[in-house]
C-alpha cells in the first residue's frame, strides 16, 4: 500500500510539472475564457452605443393610428428598450431627420393608396443606412405590425379580447399516456416534472464530453507514459521492485489525480469568468437556473465517470505496454480511441432520443455506458434496476480487464522489438508463465 | 560463510527451445559470483530468473533460505545490462523514488544517495536531469540507482561496460566495498579480466547448459599451462626441436613458446640458459579467456 502511494505521488508531481501539461491546461483555461466572453463580444461590437441603438424613428403620414398602435405593442414587451421618435416629411427630410437624430433607422409607414385602396392596410418598410433590420429588431417589430394589421382589418368588429386571441399563435402541448390518464407510477411521475429541463440536458451534456475528453486525454497520457518506461528501460528496474499491478495501479491512479486536477482549473476558470457582472447578465438571457441541477444524474454521473475512466485507463495501461516505442504508439491505441469515440457519439446523438434501442443495449456494454446510461438517467425513463445491472456489468468489466491489463502489462514490458500480435503476446504470457 | 542466493537445478523453457538447462549456483555472503557465457547462453534469462521476472519451468531459487515475494524485492538489486532512467527527471528525484520503492523512507534514501554521490564525485549532478549527462555519468547514475538501497543480493549485468578506465577503476572499488560490507553479487560480464580480478567462483554457460563450474584457481589448475613466456638477452634457436614443444614466436625480448607437455619446460629453460642469459622465465597458467574460448569454442563447433 505504502509503495502504490509512492508511485502514485512520483507520478502525480513529475506529469504536473511537466511543460507540455502546463501549457495545455493553461491553453485550454484562456480559450475557455475567451468562449465565455464571446456572447459579451458580440454585444459589445454589435450594439454600438446603446442610446441611439434602441432608438428608431416612425413615419405615418397618413396612419398615425397605425404607428400608435404598433409603439402601443413594443412598449407593452417585457424588457422592451425600443423608443419610437416620430417623424414628418417627404424622404429626403425623413433621412437627414434620422440621421442627424442618431437614429438606428426609422419606420416608414406608406400613404394611403388611389381610390378604391384604402382600406387596404398600408405597406411598412424600415429604412436605415445599412438596407438591412437587425433579427432582434424584427422580432418585436413583426408581431407588433402584424397586430395593427389585424385591427386595421377588424376594424371594430372584433372586440378586443377576440383580437388578442386571434394574434395568439395556437399552442400544441404533448403529454404522456401516463399522465394524462394520471396512471403514472409514483416516482417517475414527480421525475417527470423535471425531466424537460435544460439543466438536465446541460448536465447529461456537460458529463458526456468531460468523459470523453477525459478518457481520451488521460489515457493517452497513461500509455505515453508506461512507453516511455519501457523505452527508457527503467521499466525493468521498476518491475522487480513494485508489483506490476502496484506499478500500474499507481500510475493511472495518479494520472487520474492530474486530470483532476486539470478539471478543477478548468472548472475554476469557468466559475471565476461567469461571475464577472457583464457575464452573469448574458447568463441571465439564457435563462438557466443551477439551483435546478439535477443531483441525482450527477451523482450517477460522477459514479459511471469514475468507473468508466478506470476500465479505459486500465486498457491504455496495458497497450502501452506492449509498445516499445513511442511513435508506435498512436497506432496502438487507435482500438480505444474508437470504442471511445463510439461511446461519445452513441450518447450525443441519441440525446433526443434516449429510449432507442441502441442506447438500451449500449447502456449496459460496459464501454458505452458510461455515456448512454448518463443520457438514459438523464433524459429517457429508466427503472432502478437496469442503473444496477448497468453499474455491476461495469464493475465485473473493470475487474476482468484490469486482471486482463496486468497480464498484458507483465508480459508486455518485458517484450522489446516490434508490437507483438496477440498470439505471440499469449504465447510469451505461456512461456514467462504470467 | 553462508550461500545467500541458491539456484538449484533451475530449468527454463521457451516453448520448444530450452533456455536454461539444469543450472545450479549458490553465492555467498560477502562473495562476488562470476556468470559468463556467449551471446543467448541464458545469461539474460538466468539473472530475470533470479530477479522474479520471469518464473523457472523446474528448480528452484532462494534469498537466504526464502522463495521469492515482497521480502525479497527489497533485498536486490539491480543494474541491467541496458541501464534505464527516466530521462526527463532530476536525478536525485528518481533515485530516491526507486529507493523508496525498494522499502527506504525518504530521509534514508536522500543520505544514502548523497554518500554514493560523494563517492563517484557526482554531487553536481544531484539537481540535473538524465538526458543532460554524459553516457558515463548516466551509467554510473544508473548503478548508484542499482545500489541506493544498501541490497543484500546484486545483481550486476555488464556493469562496466561503455566506461572508461578511469571510471571502471571507480565502479570496481565501489562493487569490491559492497563485498567486503558482505553483499551477495552475481556479476556478468564479457571482460575477462574483470571476472580473473573479482570474482573467486564463475560459472561458464553455453548454450543453456553449464560448462564449467568452480573456483577460478581450481579450473585453472584443471587446464594445462600450455605457454612459456621467456625474455633472454640474445637470440635463442633450435627450442622447436625440443620434444613437448609445438611453437616459438617472438624475437628475444619476448618468446612465447607453446607446448604440449609441461615436462618441456625444464629443456627449454636449460637450452635457453645455455645460449643466452635469461631475463624471464615464466610457464604461463591459461587465462580465463583462453579457458572460456577454449569451452565454448569446442562446442560450437
Known amino acids: 500500500m505504502n509503495r502504490l502511494g509512492t508511485v502514485i505521488g512520483f507520478t502525480f508531481k513529475n506529469k504536473v510539472r511537466t511543460k507540455s501539461f502546463m501549457i495545455t491546461t493553461l491553453l485550454l483555461a484562456l480559450l475557455m475564457t475567451i468562449g465565455i466572453h464571446i456572447p459579451f463580444f458580440i454585444q459589445l461590437f454589435t450594439g454600438g452605443d446603446s442610446d441611439s441603438a434602441n432608438k428608431i424613428g416612425i413615419a405615418a403620414e397618413d396612419h398615425p393610428e397605425i404607428a400608435q398602435q404598433i409603439e402601443d405593442y413594443v412598449s407593452a414587451l417585457p424588457d422592451n428598450e425600443l423608443q419610437f421618435v416620430p417623424l414628418q416629411g417627404d424622404t429626403a427630410a425623413l433621412n437627414k431627420q434620422a440621421q442627424d437624430q442618431d437614429l438606428a433607422g426609422y419606420l416608414e409607414i406608406a400613404p394611403a393608396g388611389p381610390q378604391g385602396t384604402e382600406n387596404d392596410f398600408p405597406s411598412v418598410q424600415y429604412v436605415s443606412k445599412s438596407g438591412s433590420i437587425p433579427a432582434d429588431l424584427q422580432a418585436s417589430l413583426q408581431p407588433a405590425i402584424e397586430n395593427a394589421k389585424t385591427r386595421f382589418i377588424a376594424e371594430g368588429a372584433l372586440s378586443d379580447e377576440q383580437i388578442k386571441q386571434l394574434t395568439t399563435p395556437a399552442q400544441l402541448t404533448a403529454i404522456s399516456y401516463e399522465k394524462l390518464s394520471g396512471t403514472g407510477t409514483e416516482g417517475t411521475d414527480e421525475g417527470q416534472g423535471d425531466k424537460f429541463n435544460p439543466m438536465n440536458f446541460i448536465t447529461v451534456y456537460v458529463l458526456m464530453t468531460l468523459f470523453f475528453f477525459s478518457a481520451m486525454l488521460t489515457g493517452n497520457m497513461i500509455a505515453s507514459e508506461v512507453t516511455a518506461e519501457k523505452s527508457s528501460r527503467v521499466m525493468e528496474i521498476l518491475i522487480t521492485s513494485v508489483s506490476p499491478l502496484t506499478q500500474m495501479f499507481g500510475k493511472v491512479i495518479g494520472v487520474f489525480l492530474v486530470g483532476l486536477v486539470q478539471i478543477g482549473i478548468f472548472g475554476v476558470t469557468i466559475a471565476i469568468n461567469l461571475m464577472l457582472p457583464y457575464n452573469r447578465d448574458v447568463l441571465a438571457g439564457f435563462d438557466l437556473d443551477f439551483s435546478q441541477m439535477p443531483l441525482d444524474v450527477l451523482a450517477y454521473g460522477l459514479i459511471f465517470y469514475i468507473l468508466g475512466y478506470f476500465l479505459y485507463a486500465l486498457l491504455y495501461a496495458a497497450v502501452g505496454s506492449i509498445v516499445s516505442r513511442t511513435e508506435d504508439l498512436g497506432q496502438a491505441v487507435t482500438p480505444l480511441t474508437m470504442l471511445s469515440l463510439a461511446a461519445f457519439y452513441i450518447g450525443i446523438f441519441s440525446l433526443n432520443n434516449t429510449n432507442s434501442l441502441l442506447m438500451k443495449i449500449s447502456s449496459f456494454v460496459p464501454f458505452t455506458s458510461p455515456t448512454t446510461m448518463i443520457a438514459r438517467i438523464g433524459l429517457g425513463e429508466i427503472a432502478f434496476w437496469e442503473i444496477a445491472v448497468s453499474l455491476v456489468l461495469l464493475i465485473a468489466a473493470i475487474f476482468f480487464f484490469g486482471w486482463l491489463s496486468a497480464k498484458i502489462y507483465r508480459t508486455g514490458v518485458l517484450m522489446y522489438g516490434k508490437r507483438p500480435s496477440f498470439k505471440e503476446l499469449r504465447k510469451a504470457m505461456k512461456a514467462y508463465k504470467i | ?301
Not at chain 2, 640458459?273 to 635469461?278: D, F, K
Open chain 2, 1 to 301: 560463510m553462508a550461500e545467500r542466493l541458491v539456484l538449484r537445478d533451475v530449468v527454463k523453457r521457451y516453448g520448444d527451445k530450452t533456455a536454461v538447462d539444469r543450472i545450479s549456483l549458490g553465492v555467498q555472503e560477502g562473495e562476488i559470483y562470476g556468470l559468463l557465457g556467449a551471446n543467448g547462453a541464458g545469461k539474460t534469462t538466468t539473472m530475470r530468473m533470479v530477479l522474479g521476472l520471469i518464473y523457472p519451468d523446474d528448480g528452484t531459487i532462494t534469498y537466504g533460505g526464502k522463495a521469492y515475494g515482497g521480502d525479497v524485492q527489497r533485498i536486490v538489486g539491480y543494474l541491467p545490462e541496458e541501464r534505464g532512467l527516466y530521462p526527463k527527471v532530476k536525478v536525485s528525484e528518481q533515485i530516491v523514488y526507486l529507493a523508496k520503492l525498494r522499502g527506504m523512507n525518504g530521509s534514508e534514501a536522500e543520505q544514502s544517495l548523497k554518500y554514493w554521490m560523494n563517492k563517484f564525485e557526482a554531487e553536481e549532478y544531484y539537481d540535473k536531469r538524465i538526458e543532460e549527462l554524459s553516457k558515463g555519468n548516466q551509467q554510473k547514475m544508473g548503478f548508484i540507482a542499482a545500489v541506493v538501497h544498501r541490497p543484500q543480493i546484486l545483481i550486476l549485468d555488464e556493469a562496466f561496460s561503455g566506461l572508461d578506465p578511469v571510471n571502471v577503476e571507480l565502479l570496481k572499488l565501489a562493487v569490491k566495498e559492497l563485498r567486503d560490507q558482505g553483499a551477495s553479487i552475481l556479476f556478468s560480464t564479457h571482460r575477462m579480466e574483470h571476472v580473473e580480478e573479482l570474482c573467486r567462483n564463475i560459472t561458464i554457460l553455453d548454450r543453456s547448459k553449464t560448462v564449467l563450474q568452480g573456483d577460478i584457481r581450481e579450473i585453472k589448475n584443471r587446464f594445462p599451462r600450455e605457454q612459456i613466456l621467456l625474455k633472454t638477452n640474445s637470440a635463442v634457436t633450435g627450442l622447436e626441436s625440443i620434444p613437448g614443444v609445438i611453437g616459438v614466436e617472438g624475437d628475444p625480448e619476448s618468446y612465447l613458446i607453446r607446448i604440449d607437455d609441461e615436462a618441456a619446460a625444464v629443456p627449454v629453460l636449460t637450452e635457453a640458459m645455455r645460449q643466452s642469459e635469461v631475463r624471464h622465465f615464466e610457464v604461463k597458467e591459461p587465462t580465463l579467456n583462453q579457458i572460456f574460448i577454449r569451452s565454448v569454442g569446442e562446442r560450437n563447433e
